[in-house]
């Protein structure tokens, strides 16, 4: 079984202020995202994969098809594929781990 060092992977910049690690395996990726700032920002988007995540660190609002939530450590949230959704770190840094199904392709390093 394969085990994954996530602390020494390198970090993969999306944005300003955004970093993330990520592990995966045939059909499920795990990826780990650092807000390094109030007010960073994973502009709106959407993609094909099916996304759950958790509120790991901190708090960050969450925009889903539109509606917005404060994630704090312990919040759970899923993104159906296809779905536009956008996240703002809310009073100094924060991290999230997201869940990807598929794996993200681009995400692979």
Do not use: C, N
Request: proline share 10%; no cysteine; glycine share 10%.
């Amino acid at each position: 079984m394969p085990h994954f060092d996530i602390p020494s992977t390198p970090p993969q910049r999306l944005a300003p202020g955004i970093t993330i690690r990520t592990a995966w395996g045939e059909q499920i990726m795990l990826s780990f995202l650092d807000f390094e700032t109030a007010g960073a920002t994973v502009p709106l988007h959407q993609h094909a994969h099916e996304q759950m995540g958790m509120g790991l660190e901190g708090e960050f609002e969450l925009v889903i098809a539109g509606e917005a939530r404060l994630i704090r450590p312990g919040d759970v949230y899923l993104i159906p594929s296809g779905v536009a959704h956008s996240a703002t770190a809310v009073g100094g840094p924060a991290r999230a781990l997201d869940i990807f199904s598929p794996p993200r392709e681009e995400y692979k390093v």
